[in-house]
Nanobody, 112 residues
Framework: VQLVESGGGLVQQGGSLRLSCAASGFPFNRYDVRWYRQAPGKERELVAMISSYSTNIYYLESVKGRFFISRDNARSTATLAMNSLKLEDTAVYYC??????WGQGTQVTVSS
């Protein structure tokens, strides 16, 4: 199982970033995909989740209307589009496949 995140970086408040998670080594279309984040000194929290065929989607209340999760089962990738970024969105973002594993994380830093 391999999960590789990309797309993090430094962005100003109000900006946008698009995170990607490239998966390999397992049947991607059989599993939900989750994006978590962990800010310094805080617990890891679930930001968004998408079910195997995109029929069920969950968002953390604080990101609703700003973040959008999607997946492409043919390419074994998942994406988290983040818009109207706020300072409090600064964190390391992780792609997770329940019961299988985690990516290495990608840093998102929102500056004023």
């Amino acid at each position: 199982v391999q999960l590789v995140e990309s797309g993090g970086g430094l962005v100003q408040q109000g900006g946008s970033l698009r995170l990607s998670c490239a998966a390999s080594g397992f049947p991607f279309n059989r599993y939900d995909v989750r994006w978590y984040r962990q800010a310094p000194g805080k617990e890891r929290e679930l930001v968004a989740m998408i079910s195997s065929y995109s029929t069920n989607i969950y968002y953390l209340e604080s990101v609703k209307g700003r973040f959008f999760i999607s997946r492409d089962n043919a390419r074994s990738t998942a994406t988290l589009a983040m818009n109207s970024l706020k300072l409090e969105d600064t964190a390391v973002y992780y792609c997770n496949i329940p019961e299988l594993g985690w990516g290495q994380g990608t840093q998102v830093t929102v500056s004023s």
